[in-house]
């Protein structure tokens, strides 16, 4: 059985860093295609980074230079370094993983950055 659980999330301020870690179970993450989300609210969940299984990372443009995907293989797990958080920032950031056969999701962790 697949299991996708992000953490790390949290209320933080303007300027601050936090890290999402998203641990899989039933799967590895080094063998398959990931990324992370962002759902904010009253709005689509939009693709923030993603990670290829060759190691490709791409991120979107709101958050180049600002936030970083990355895979911890020993730990089964992918992070999302995101440094300067801002308030467009905030929401529910999920995690995915793409096999061959079907997609895979976490159940979400909440960042909310607010002075």
């Known amino acids: 059985q697949v299991q996708l659980v992000e953490s790390g999330g949290g209320p933080v301020q303007p300027g601050a860093s936090l890290t999402l870690s998203c641990a899989a179970s039933?799967?590895?993450?080094?063998?398959?295609?990931m990324g992370w989300y962002r759902q904010a609210p009253g709005k689509q969940r939009r693709v923030v980074a993603t990670l290829t299984a060759g190691g490709t990372s791409s991120v979107a443009d709101s958050v180049k230079g600002r936030f970083t995907i990355s895979r911890d293989n020993t730990k089964n797990a992918v992070n999302l370094q995101m440094n300067n958080l801002q308030p467009e920032d905030t929401g529910v950031y999920y995690c995915r993983i793409q096999t061959i056969f079907r997609e895979y999701w976490g159940q979400g962790t909440q960042v909310t950055v607010s002075s």
């Open positions: 039933g799967i590895r993450f080094s063998m398959n295609d």
